[in-house]
């Protein structure tokens, strides 16, 4: 056996032990490594510490330093998380339905963890421990893999949290990390379907789509995310301009951002320029059709076809005029990953219609794409959002965790 089957071997038969924990001390868990991870708080940040300097020497853009970045208050919103995530409902048991067929049999639904969970994602060691607490919560044993610019955050974060696992009287092995962060590993990882049960990739679309075509474990896709505003023709344009700079600005590497902004021609000589002088306090490159680039001029630079599809993950835009809201949402069915779209609007029946045809996991009226959190949603966190459309949609909370089996009560029934 390789070091990663072995690893895995131990975390399956960890998972046996989840699987029955009860409520209490799986709560006792997270708190407990709520309590570690604040009182080791300068282990993890001195780590990441680490980790940025080399991100720094290597060249990496400011976007990806700023989700690779730890600070105390970071860390004090996961804790935050790792709580919210223990006051809610234990999904685990919960019985869905349960009826008397007419031979007399119980038959019942009930809810169980999916196993063991194995994750690959990127630069991110919030997620580490996002991740690890709701496989926990959901009675799941999980491996992590993150990428090598995290290695030292997530090897502090998962020893921190290892070691509060055994003092809650779990095994450590519900919680572990692949050491070696080679593609060679991930490539293995994406295989072992004798010991993972599922596999979450968690980043950016090359990751995605490498392990939804290469991995024998079962897959759930994760954070492609091209995500549109349309600024329709009977929009409030300030509250356009606002909710743009927000969907693009807050924080453009995370796959809620906006990556593309489509303007009703009627209004879009007025919405540009209310909405440039905020975008331009990021200095976002514009990347523009036509005629957005004849109402821009230099400010703009002409949009390759490409642009039509890219997930910029940087303080860059692409703009497109349309006609009509119905091109809007052509658009948008055919250039979208499926995650979150929006639309500014005041007329209702307008938003109705975007509502019913734009295909995606979230779709809102006249708010910002970056609310599409696991947080936001009242989930506690998330271990990804899901762009697919078989088994979970959307935020991936507790109940996206778990499967079902049926439990089927008897008195010598025969077939």
């Given at each position: 056996m390789t070091t990663l089957e072995i690893q895995c071997a131990a975390v399956k038969r960890a998972s046996r032990t989840l699987s029955i924990a009860g409520t209490a001390?799986?709560?006792?868990?997270?708190?407990?490594?709520?309590?570690?991870?604040?009182?080791?708080?300068?282990?993890?940040?001195?780590?990441?510490?680490?980790?940025?300097?080399?991100?720094?020497?290597?060249?990496?853009?400011?976007?990806?330093?700023?989700?690779?970045?730890?600070?105390?208050e970071r860390v004090s919103g996961v804790v935050e998380g790792l709580r919210q995530v223990a006051a809610l409902p234990d999904p685990i048991g919960k019985v869905d339905r349960m009826e008397t067929r007419p031979n007399g049999?119980?038959?019942?639904?009930?809810?169980?963890?999916?196993?063991?969970?194995?994750?690959?994602?990127?630069?991110?060691?919030?997620?580490?421990?996002?991740?690890?607490?709701?496989?926990?919560?959901?009675g799941n044993a999980c491996v992590l893999r993150g990428g090598s610019e995290a290695i030292r955050s997530n090897r502090a974060a998962v020893e921190i949290m290892r070691d509060a696992l055994a003092d809650a009287g779990l095994p450590e092995d519900c919680i572990a990390l692949v050491q070696d962060t080679s593609r060679e590993t991930a490539n293995e990882l994406m295989g072992l379907d004798k010991y993972i049960d599922v596999l979450i990739p968690r980043g950016?679309?090359?990751?995605?789509?490498?392990?939804a075509k290469n991995a024998s474990v079962p897959v759930i896709r994760t954070g492609e995310g091209v995500c549109h505003i349309y600024i329709d023709k009977d929009a409030d344009l300030q509250m356009g301009a606002e909710i743009l700079f927000n969907a693009k600005c807050s924080r453009p590497s995370v796959c809620?951002?906006?990556?593309?902004?489509?303007?009703?021609?009627?209004?879009?000589?007025?919405?540009?320029?209310?909405?440039?002088?905020?975008?331009?306090?990021?200095?976002?490159?514009?990347?523009?059709?036509?005629?957005?680039?004849?109402?821009?001029?230099?400010?703009?630079?002409?949009?390759?076809?490409?642009?039509?599809?890219?997930?910029?993950?940087?303080?860059a835009l692409a703009v497109r005029i349309?006609?009509?809201?119905?091109?809007?949402?052509?658009f948008i069915n055919a250039h979208s990953t499926g995650h979150s779209e929006s639309i500014v609007t005041r007329d209702y029946f307008t938003a109705q219609s975007f509502l019913d045809q734009v295909d995606a996991a979230a779709v809102y009226v006249n708010a910002s794409t970056r609310f599409t959190d696991g947080g936001e949603f009242g989930l506690g966190a998330e271990i990804g959002i899901s762009t697919q459309k078989m088994h979970a949609r959307g935020p991936m909370g507790l109940e996206e965790l778990t499967s079902c089996k049926y439990i089927i009560y008897g008195q010598g029934q025969v077939r």
């Open positions: 001390i799986k709560n006792r868990a997270l708190e407990s490594i709520a309590r570690a991870l604040i009182e080791n708080q300068d282990k993890w940040l001195r780590a990441n510490s680490q980790d940025l300097d080399a991100a720094k020497a290597q060249g990496m853009r400011p976007s990806l330093l700023d989700r690779l970045a730890l600070t105390p049999l119980i038959i019942g639904r009930r809810r169980v963890p999916l196993g063991v969970v194995a994750i690959i994602y990127e630069a991110r060691p919030n997620v580490t421990v996002d991740a690890a607490a709701l496989c926990l919560k959901s950016g679309a090359g990751l995605i789509r490498s392990v809620n951002a906006a990556e593309c902004v489509l303007v009703h021609r009627d209004i879009a000589k007025e919405f540009l320029a209310a909405a440039v002088p905020l975008l331009d306090r990021h200095e976002v490159e514009l990347r523009c059709d036509g005629e957005a680039l004849a109402l821009l001029g230099s400010r703009g630079i002409p949009a390759t076809e490409e642009d039509w599809d890219a997930e910029y993950g940087d303080y349309v006609g009509s809201a119905g091109e809007a949402v052509d």
